[in-house]
């Protein structure tokens, strides 16, 4: 279930998720695409070697009269995240991820959602935490979906989970970074990985995200949903890419005021 690094990239600036090394930092859904052509076209324009699957949704074996979307995005290839999309307690976040253990083989690698209500799609950080730890205690690996919450995010991390997901607007609503002095300060204190889910709208969107730290993004509905779905998953891969050699370069301070860029210092005459 488990992709590989690839040989040409940096060890030093892999992802590394519950132990494994990742050389995209562009994880995508599978959801809303028009059929599973394009869902394998697009997650190959976005390079993503972690593809998460809405298990309630989805068919990866539970009906085999149905396509499954296994035969385009197979295990050998891609890191498959099950997640609990859809799940409004901690009872069926818990149920669906012993689902999909039981469907991929013991797969323990998942991503938590524990929804509030149908109109914001906000978390249920309660029936979250319960969820969580219940999880963390079966030995699943956990990426869970949270709130911008900064405490939230160290107490999901100190119940063990392996990366936090914070929003950064609401699902599906490409609003794009609306809180990202949020974003920064889970950044700052996070010992495990942290990831944008939810909210990006667009490249740029995605930029940002990593320019602000994070280790990566987590988007379905911005690619899915455009106009071209498989031209917009390149144009992602390009801004996750840039962003994050954006954030290693260091950008320079802010300032009120010019600075000539050919300073007159030292200059002749």
Known sequence: MNAQLQPNVAIDDALVI????????????????????????????????????AIRRTNI??????????DVLPP????????????????????TCRLARELLDGH???????????????????????AAEILVAEKFEVMVYTSDDPILARRLEEIGC????????????????????????IVENAKVPVLVDAGVGTASDAAIAMELGCDGVLMNTAIACAKNPVLMAAAMRKAVEAGRDAFRAGRIPRKRYASASSPLDGTLG
Not at 19 to 40: P, V, W
Not at 162 to 185: F, T, Y
Request: charge should be positive; hydrophobic fraction near 40%; proline fraction near 4%.
């Open 162 to 185: 392996v990366a936090v997901m914070p929003l950064a607007a609401p699902i599906g609503s490409g609003l794009g970074i609306q809180n990202r002095w949020n974003i920064l300060e």
């Open 76 to 95: 050998q290839k891609y890191t498959i995240l099950p997640n609990t999309a859809g799940c409004y307690s901690a009872e069926d976040a818990v149920r």
């Open 61 to 70: 074996g539970q009906d085999r009269n149905a396509p499954n979307l296994l």
């Open 108 to 130: 323990a690698l998942v991503k938590l959602e524990v929804l509030g209500d149908q109109k914001t799609l906000f978390p249920d950080v309660v029936q979250t935490l319960k």
């Open 18 to 53: 519950a132990g494994r090394a990742y050389r995209s930092r562009l994880l995508t859904g599978t959801g809303k695409f028009k059929d599973l052509e394009e869902t394998r076209r697009a997650t190959d324009a976005a390079g993503a070697q972690i593809v998460t699957v």
